[in-house]
């Protein structure tokens, strides 16, 4: 899908320079845990509490860079609103279909409120999500109503701090961060951020993908066969990818993995054979995925302006 304009409002701020992070303006996050394939995860995906319009209802996004697009699930939303009104906000000769092979719409009309951070021109997303029960749509447990994806961050600086659970977004990158921070150069396209992963004194690029959360690498059969322990035996998952049941396979990465002159630590790399992921790694001209696993006991910078990666020293 194509990035769409956004509004944003509030979270965006060019601070001067200052002696502690707090006086930023954080949003939070949450951590989402499941059990898959007989296996507990801790860290499944990235949940951050939205508003939508005037509703009186609690409702979560998934944080997903993978996405250039961000979404509004037809069946969630669908729950709240009348047939009429869910078309009035629909544009029409917008309508397309994604590689999923669900149909898109752009909207007008439609809003999500994270804080004091808004976002317009949401994807609507055609027969996707849980439909809600009228007896728990204003029920205090929130509803899950879809993705928050790289389209947000457009020309901004987004700052992810995994060990306080908390983001934020800045029009410019101020010396406070400019002085704590280590970055490399980093690729972009449809507005995701791709970086450089140094294996083997060889350089190879993955998409930042927040919504790969099970997966410090997620690549493809030849290139995981050169990465991992072959004494060991295979891990197999099998987990959801829009709605598509994908088998991955897994094993301890036996060699050190480095972005720029930071050592990573090593952990499991994956593979899967599934088309449609594959074909978008050839399409995107990277190695696979990587995500938050790396990171997530540091502060790290995703500059979209510059097309910087950076983490907190």
């Known amino acids: 899908m194509i990035g769409l304009g956004s509004i944003l409002t509030g979270c965006m701020a060019s601070h001067k320079n200052t002696s502690s992070s707090e006086n930023y303006p954080w949003f939070p996050f949450s951590w989402y845990s499941a059990k898959i394939s007989g296996k507990n995860f801790d860290k499944v995906a990235m949940l ?7 509703l009186n209802a609690d409702f979560t996004l998934q944080f997903d860079l993978g ?14 609103y009348t047939e009429s009104e869910i078309k009035s906000f629909l ?22 409120h994270l804080g004091k951070l808004s976002k317009d021109n949401l994807v609507y997303k055609e027969n996707y999500g849980d439909k809600i029960a009228k007896d728990s749509l204003f029920t205090r447990k929130p509803k899950h ?10 020309d901004k600086i987004l700052i ?11 029009d410019s990158l101020d010396e406070y961060w400019r002085n704590a921070t280590t970055f490399v150069d980093a690729r972009s396209n449809n507005g995701r951020l791709q970086i450089p992963l140094t294996i083997a004194n060889k350089t190879h690029w993955f998409l930042f993908d927040t919504g790969a959360s099970l997966f410090p690498i997620n690549t493809n059969k030849e290139l995981w066969t050169s990465l991992v322990d072959q004494t060991i035996k295979t891990d197999t998952i099998i987990a959801n990818s829009w709605g598509e049941k994908v088998k991955f396979y897994g094993r301890p ?4 993995v480095y972005l720029g002159k930071r050592k990573l630590e090593n952990d499991y790399a994956w593979y899967n054979d599934n088309k449609r992921l594959q074909e978008f790694n050839t399409t995107e001209k990277i190695d696979g995925l990587t995500g938050n696993a790396f990171f997530v006991n540091n502060i790290i910078i995703l500059d979209f302006k ?4 950076g983490v907190v020293n």
């Open 48 to 54: 951050v509490p939205v508003k939508v319009n005037d």
């Open 67 to 80: 996405s250039d697009a961000t979404l509004v699930y037809g069946n969630t939303i669908s729950s709240y």
């Open 91 to 112: 544009i029409e000769n917008s309508r397309s279909t994604d590689n999923g092979g669900k149909l898109v719409y752009k909207t007008k009309g439609l809003i999500y």
């Open 145 to 154: 109503i879809g993705t928050l994806g790289a389209d947000v961050f457009n």
């Open 160 to 170: 992810i701090d995994y060990p306080n659970k908390r983001m934020c977004v800045l």
């Open 253 to 256: 990465i036996k060699e050190k």
């Open 306 to 309: 510059n097309k910087k990666f």
